[in-house]
């Protein structure tokens, strides 16, 4: 969990921007950019999905292949209730999205799509949004357009939401000060 893995390019070329010596945690910091014109863009990854984090860096190398195996094996080997199982059905959507197999992307997007629909998850709008990208690819700009409002209204709901879960915190925590 705690772990943070990132991967480069055999080849890459770092320049050092600082180096630091962190007493508290008994470790020398070198703080480092990739800049070979070559390398893929590359971020620190901390609260990325592990399970798929190697699948989404094949698809960015284009190996669609490679990455098609993977996440079957991934369906294969996670049980259909782990969190990470129907987010394998938007990553092979997006796949065959970049193979233009429009048929396998809507099926993988429509499975995703069902999943999360008969169930609370968080990131439904991501898959009115794929579902929105699947109907504009194939230029069906009026489906397109009403996932992709679907999409908007849900995460401007969701965005809602937390600020009304923010106030509702904040006010708590005034009443429980004044009272103190």
Wanted: hydrophobic letters at 35%; a negative charge; one cysteine or more.
């Amino acid at each position: 969990k705690h772990e943070c893995e990132i991967l480069f390019n055999i080849g890459t070329i770092f320049q050092i921007e600082n180096i630091s010596y962190d007493e508290n945690l008994n470790l020398w910091k070198i703080e480092m950019n990739a800049i070979d014109k070559d390398t893929y863009s590359i971020k620190e990854i901390k609260n990325e999905n592990m399970n798929l984090l190697f699948g989404r860096l094949l698809i960015q190398m284009n190996h669609y292949l490679k990455a098609e195996s993977y996440f079957q094996m991934m369906l294969n080997i996670l049980p259909k209730s782990h969190p990470d199982f129907v987010l394998i059905y938007d990553y092979l959507g997006e796949l065959n999205m970049y193979t233009t197999n429009w048929n396998e992307a809507f099926k993988y997007f429509q499975l995703s799509y069902q999943i999360k629909k008969n169930k609370t998850y968080s990131n439904l709008s991501l898959s009115l949004n794929n579902l929105g990208n699947y109907y504009k690819s194939i230029q069906y700009n009026t489906q397109a357009l009403e996932y992709y409002s679907q999409s908007l209204q849900l995460s401007k709901n969701s965005y809602n939401r937390a600020i009304d879960l923010c106030l509702e915190a904040r006010d708590t925590i005034q009443k429980i000060s004044s009272n103190s």
